[in-house]
């Protein structure tokens, strides 16, 4: 008898072995199943539900479902996982053709991670030798909480954005009240068509555009409808002149300082398709803004926030489900250390002239004013309130969109302190050597041609480094850098920071020395040592290289934000402790009765510093083009050296030379005082 039950054991055994290699199980078939759900191959995995499943759910209920609410709500990272049936449940499904197996479900989502268990039931179908097993499908299968019906709901929560503000909590990006200008249209009056032109041509909205909001489906008569939004600084007055104009106060971005900080503060816009192309997905959509140019778009990151988001089911007379949730983080605040009153009285000075101008306080690097002039008013290219506004300031030949101040020019004699400081340095500059220089005119001789070095004046005897200073002498500096040797000269040059990146928030084109970083042409050297040639620096490091003289030979590393250590310095021991205060009384003394003198020695604030002429010629026999002026300054009181500023003026020539510039920083030092 127990021969006989191990025999039928085996047999059993036998045809189980059978059964497990022809037929497909409920484990193989649901792992295929899992298989083309984990790669979101919707189409195939609906092949492979039950007959009933496919009847009450065509298609478009289950592909179409699922790849609309997979992109809607961003899933990514999908993992769906099961474990198989033992042997005895395998067995008992096998018998009764029906399998239940658990699995889960995790996913990311713009919402954030959602997870949940749920159960597959498998049936067996189909001819005796053609059976397989299909899965009993339904919308719980999507999300436990669609099972018996319901819709999935996205709600979005925008963020505020971040505001941009000075060292002393004054505003220069804010967000503030607007106006909405709309229409009523049911009071259009009697002639609405004059009534939308008047009111195209004051809010720079065409007549098209107008009709077009007007048209939409969800418009009624007594319906106010949006068109434009405008500050609240225009003068709205003649919009309530016309029928059917109406408005409300809406909240939206403000620029108050408007011109005077346009290029550094910048503005934000609608995001294009490009640029949200190139963003993450669900962080921004269609209709968002974006941060376009300055400091909006420097610190988009920031100041953007990140939007609430929600995922809900919602079902009729049902509270909502809620499925995963992000809470709306704002945007953070940015702390210049700009003070607005510097930016705007620096920038108001330059009246109708171009050009650029840093002021820092020298001591701690902190900058107090970036300026670029002319600019352009934040505000209008946001509301878009002047007809045809970007053509305008494209077309205008001072060229308004131009960032003057992160960009690089010749600084003229504004370099001589730097090179002076270099021959101190290096022991090639004796300050109490006085060169024999004979005329207005030197060359080196061979290999320079006809070409001389130009000076203002006649010397009546030697000239020596104050004497250089003072009256501004060519020829002196570029004797002393061809004495000096090319490579002496371009090694100080890059203790000053030419060549490198500024340490600075805000991206500024590299201060150069020559196209190739080189002086090997002694005309070029010459040239080079009293900023011709060349060379080329930004106002920034120009006014951060007079720095080392107020701080016993280092340079102080500029810095934008509050946030950031203040007096950290940049290039240390460019000159000792003597050397540096040389080169301070030096520049008082060029303050006291050089070119500068007319307007810095009797001025309510007393000012060192040094004029730059940077001569814009196409030759050297060239004396038609134009000059551009520079003046760096600060208070010669160290109680009082909280302020230095360096200015540039394009177009000087007709307008006295660079004490054209002088004066206008003299100005602002009084009226800052």
């Known amino acids: 008898m127990k021969k006989i039950t191990i025999a039928l054991a085996a047999i059993i055994m036998v045809v189980l072995a059978g059964c497990s290699d022809d037929e497909v199980t409920p484990n193989e078939r649901f792992d295929t199943y899992v298989k083309h759900w984990n790669e979101q191959e919707f189409s195939d995995a609906y092949g492979m539900l039950s007959s009933e499943s496919t009847e009450t759910y065509p298609t478009e209920e289950y592909v179409d479902r699922y790849n609309k609410i997979y992109e809607d709500l961003a899933i990514s990272d999908l993992s769906i996982s099961f474990s198989k049936l033992e042997e005895e449940e395998l067995e008992t499904a096998m018998e009764e053709g029906t399998a239940t197996i658990p699995f889960e479900v995790a996913m990311e989502s713009m919402a954030g991670p959602i997870e949940f268990d749920y159960e597959a039931t498998l049936v067996q179908e189909g001819e005796e030798d053609e059976q397989n097993w299909y899965v009993q499908w339904d919308p719980g299968f999507i999300f436990p909480e669609l099972k018996d019906g319901g819709e999935i709901s996205i709600q979005s929560e925008a963020p505020t954005r971040g505001e941009i503000l000075d060292r002393n909590q004054m505003p220069l990006a804010i967000n503030d009240k607007v106006n909405e200008i709309g229409i009523i249209p049911g009071k259009l009056g009697s002639n609405p068509e004059q009534s939308k032109e008047e009111l195209s041509s004051l809010i720079g909205l065409s007549v098209d555009a107008i009709d077009e909001a007007l048209n939409a489906a969800w418009v009624e008569p007594d319906l106010f409808v949006p068109l434009k939004k405008v500050p609240s600084t225009n003068d709205l007055s003649p919009l309530w002149e016309i029928d059917g104009v109406a408005g409300r106060e809406v909240t939206g971005r403000v620029y108050p300082a408007g011109e005077a900080a346009g290029q550094l503060v910048g503005y934000i816009g609608n995001i294009t398709a490009e640029e949200l192309e190139e963003q993450e997905p669900g962080v921004y959509s269609a209709n968002d803004m974006i941060g376009k140019r300055g ?103 001072q060229q308004p969109l131009l960032n003057r101040f992160s960009s690089t020019f010749a600084p003229g004699s504004a370099l001589k302190p730097i090179t002076s400081a270099i021959g101190l340095k290096n022991g090639s500059i004796d300050p109490d050597e006085g060169l024999e220089i004979d005329g207005l005119t030197w060359s080196n001789g061979k290999g320079w041609g006809d070409y001389a070095v130009r000076r203002v004046s006649e010397s009546s005897g030697p000239v020596d480094l104050k004497d250089a200073l003072v009256r501004s002498d060519n020829i002196y500096f570029a004797m002393q850098a061809v004495n000096m040797g090319s490579e002496a000269y371009v090694k100080g040059l890059k203790e000053f920071g030419f060549g490198e990146d500024l340490p600075y928030e ?100 007393g000012i060192s510093g040094k004029t730059g002429t940077a001569e814009l010629k196409l030759t050297t026999e060239d004396d038609s083009g134009e000059e551009n002026g520079w003046f760096v300054g600060f208070p010669t009181k160290e109680s009082e050296q909280d302020l230095l500023i360096a200015m540039m003026v394009e177009n000087v020539k007709e307008k006295g030379g660079s004490v054209y510039t002088t004066k206008k920083v003299v100005d602002v030092f009084n009226e800052l005082k």
């Open 295 to 397: 400091l909006e778009s420097l610190y988009e990151e920031q100041l953007k926030g990140k939007k609430g988001t929600r995922i809900e089911v919602i079902k009729e007379n049902q509270e909502p489900i809620v499925l995963a949730e992000t809470p709306v983080e704002n945007g953070k605040n940015i702390t210049l250390t700009i003070d607005v009153n510097v930016q705007e009285s620096i920038f108001d000075s330059y009246e109708e002239d171009a050009g650029t101008a840093a002021a820092i306080n020298p001591k701690t690097g902190e900058t107090l004013a970036l300026v670029s002039s002319p600019s352009f008013d934040p505000n209008e290219i946001l509301y878009g309130t002047k007809a045809n506004l970007w053509e305008t300031l494209q077309e205008d030949e």
């Open 506 to 605: 805000y991206p500024f084109t590299a201060s150069s020395i020559s196209s190739d970083g080189k002086l090997d042409d002694e005309v070029l050297l010459a040239n080079s040592s009293y900023g011709q040639g060349q060379l080329e620096m930004s106002s920034l490091h120009l006014a951060t290289a007079y720095t080392t003289f107020l701080n016993e030979g280092n340079m102080i590393k500029p810095t934008l934000l509050t946030s950031e250590e203040t007096a950290q310095v940049w290039k240390e021991n460019l000159l000792d402790n003597d050397q540096a205060n040389l080169m301070k009384d030096l520049l008082y003394e060029v303050g006291q009765s050089g070119t500068p003198s007319k307007y810095t020695a009797d001025s309510e604030v």
